[in-house]
T-cell receptor, first 115, second 112 residues
Framework: AQSVTQPDIHITVSEGASLELRCNYS??????LFWYVQSPGQGLQLLLK??????LVQGIKGFEAEFKRSQSSFNLRKPSVHWSDAAEYFC?????????????FGKGTHLIIQP | DGGITQSPKYLFRKEGQNVTLSCEQN?????MYWYRQDPGQGLRLIYY???????QKGDIAEGYSVSREKKESFPLTVTSAQKNPTAFYLC???????????FGPGTRLLVL
């Protein structure tokens, strides 16, 4: 069965510093990959997605992610974080051939921004 | 505006009571999903539906029921058999199972 691992439950970063959130997946074939963000008490918003092509994907709010097939990873990055980036971040995957029940989510990483 | 709406924002359930959470979308999406979110657990799939009049159990369906009589609507009932219903419930929709899921704002269910 496919699975998604986000190794860091919490990450604390100073405002203006760079950010990298890790995501590893376990699946036999290359899946489609997603990053979502959730503000407290809100639904999830799509940041970016990777289906094929260029392995460096640009998203909204200045985020980017890089797909590395050899490492089964899809890490999320931002060069300079803002206090408004404090939120919960979820990585998700789906088999490229389709999976009837849709996305499999990681357990999330809680991002804390220090002033 | 296109999107997904969930109501109510907060819901209180008494012991032994069934309650229904509403999810409506005007995105013309075929697929709809219900997730439960608990602190530190991520999102767990309760039920999903790929087309009208058809739905399937997810990972934690016990104590829940759904219907899909219309493309736009996918209500979730939390029955009295669900012994620990306190959680944040999220509804999502997509054009297909491999496509991006779009989420509603969520309903927080609390037990009195």
């Amino acid at each position: 069965a496919q699975s998604v691992t986000q190794p860091d439950i919490h990450i604390t970063v100073s405002e203006g510093a760079s950010l990298e959130l890790r995501c590893n997946y376990s699946y036999g074939a290359t899946p489609y990959l997603f990053w979502y963000v959730q503000s407290p008490g809100q639904g999830l918003q799509l940041l970016l997605k990777y289906f094929s092509g260029d392995t460096l994907v640009q998203g909204i709010k200045g985020f980017e992610a890089e797909f590395k097939r050899s490492q089964s990873s899809f890490n999320l990055r931002k060069p300079s974080v803002h206090w408004s980036d404090a939120a919960e971040y979820f990585c998700a995957v789906v088999p490229s051939g389709g999976g009837a029940d849709g996305l499999t989510f990681g357990k999330g990483t809680h991002l804390i921004i220090q002033p | 505006d296109g999107g997904i709406t969930q109501s109510p924002k907060y819901l209180f359930r008494k012991e032994g009571q069934n309650v229904t959470l509403s999810c409506e979308q005007n995105l013309n999406h075929d697929a709809m999903y219900w997730y439960r979110q608990d602190p530190g657990q991520g999102l767990r799939l309760i039920y999903y539906s790929q087309i009208v009049n058809d739905f399937q159990k997810g990972d934690i369906a016990e104590g829940y029921s759904v219907s899909r009589e219309k493309k736009e609507s996918f209500p979730l009932t939390v029955t009295s058999a669900q012994k620990n219903p306190t959680a944040f419930y999220l509804c999502a929709s997509s054009t297909g199972s491999t496509e991006t899921q779009y989420f509603g704002p969520g309903t927080r269910l609390l037990v009195l």
